[in-house]
């Protein structure tokens, strides 16, 4: 059977409500009184304002989640930034990452009537694809790449009663999709025994579904302002914050963490026969995707199809993704110029996907 995989960047989250990269402090800041998470905030912000001082002598982009989180990673590595001492600095990481739940959760409105929570559009359509396309074909292997860490598509898999594995653990389970979460994930708590656990949300909703915080449309899943609530072992705690890496640095110190999970990544696309590549902009910065894809797909596959999906107002995203395909394969790449919901007809009827697996 043929193997697809597909690689999903913030552009794919975009269209159910989460900010991309260079958006994302700006709905942060719109964040910043609420009361429970208010000091998190402004210790983040304070933070912030510490970097811009930077620019004097080097240049750091503080309206980019992505680097503001790695600069906040690399001052935790080397105990520097500004006038603050190491407490302070370890405080900051464990803010930042709050401040990135809060957002999403925010950010990311599942639509509701009563007890009744469905899909974001765009991840309902996509995990409607995803079950005709194992409806066709049960042995069909599909699996799904993202650097997101919000949970719309974990929701909407949920919904449609899609098993997912996340890869954590070894042995990869057998009839589930793959999905990858390749940065981590709001439902991915650290016990204090080192494990990384993920709390599926058939384990969430058994004992939380009416801790959800709802307006009057819509649901906020809030699974990782809630992680610490998670249990793993009987004698140790679950961290208060979800395991979340930074998309820019260096991640060879979280290989033991969620090593697992990179390494199956680059089998899947090492066997993979389709990959689409959606939403995600390719910065230069990240050179992990570069060396993971570059590396997996090193194989003896013959690729049929390396499509890529991005709006691309600027034309800068194309500049760089025609950097990562190889010789062999210009017959077989195309980038398109459109957003999620739009790749997800086109991928249909290129797979010969019926809908409602007919």
Request: charged share 25%; hydrophobic share 35%; aromatic share 12%.
């Amino acid at each position: 059977m043929p193997k697809t995989v597909f690689i999903l960047g913030a552009g794919a989250s975009k269209e159910d409500g989460a900010p991309v990269m260079d958006e994302f402090l700006d709905t942060a800041h719109k964040l910043k009184d609420v009361k429970e998470t208010k000091d998190d905030f402004d210790r983040v912000f304070n933070a912030i304002n510490t970097l811009r001082n930077t620019h004097y002598k080097s240049y750091v982009d503080v309206d980019n989640i992505e680097e503001v989180f790695g600069a906040f990673e690399m001052a935790r590595l080397i105990g520097r930034l500004g006038s603050y001492n190491l407490e302070e600095i370890a405080k900051i990481q464990t803010s930042i990452k709050k401040v990135i739940v809060k957002t999403l959760e925010n950010s990311v409105k599942l639509p509701c009537n009563d007890s009744n929570i469905s899909p974001t559009p765009v991840y309902s359509e996509f995990a409607q694809l995803v079950s005709d396309m194992v409806s066709m074909h049960p042995r069909l292997d599909c699996s799904i790449l993202t650097f997101n860490y919000d949970m719309a598509l974990d929701y909407a898999f949920h919904y449609r009663h899609i098993y997912i594995d996340y890869c954590l653990s070894e042995p990869v389970t057998p009839n589930k999709v793959k999905l990858l979460k390749l940065h981590g994930s709001l439902n991915w708590g650290k016990c204090g025994c080192g494990a990384i656990k993920p709390w599926y949300l058939s384990e969430f909703f058994t004992n939380f579904h009416y801790d959800l915080w709802h307006d009057t449309k819509y649901c906020h899943l809030n699974i990782g302002s809630m992680i610490g609530k998670m249990k793993h072992c009987d004698s140790q705690k679950v961290t208060e914050e979800p395991v979340l890496i930074p998309p820019t640095w260096n991640k060879t110190e979280y290989h033991g963490e969620i090593g697992r999970v990179w390494s199956q990544a680059a089998i899947e696309l090492s066997e993979a026969d389709n990959i689409f590549i959606i939403g995600y902009s390719m910065p230069e910065s990240d050179l992990f995707f570069r060396y993971l894809f570059a590396l997996g797909t090193t194989s003896d596959t013959r690729l049929e199809r390396l499509w890529i999906y991005n709006p691309d107002a600027k034309g800068s995203v194309k500049e760089r993704a025609d950097k990562i395909k190889g010789r062999g394969i210009e017959r077989r790449y195309r980038f398109i110029k459109e957003p999620f919901s739009n790749a997800i007809s086109d991928i249909r009827t290129a797979l010969n996907v019926k809908s409602g697996g007919e």
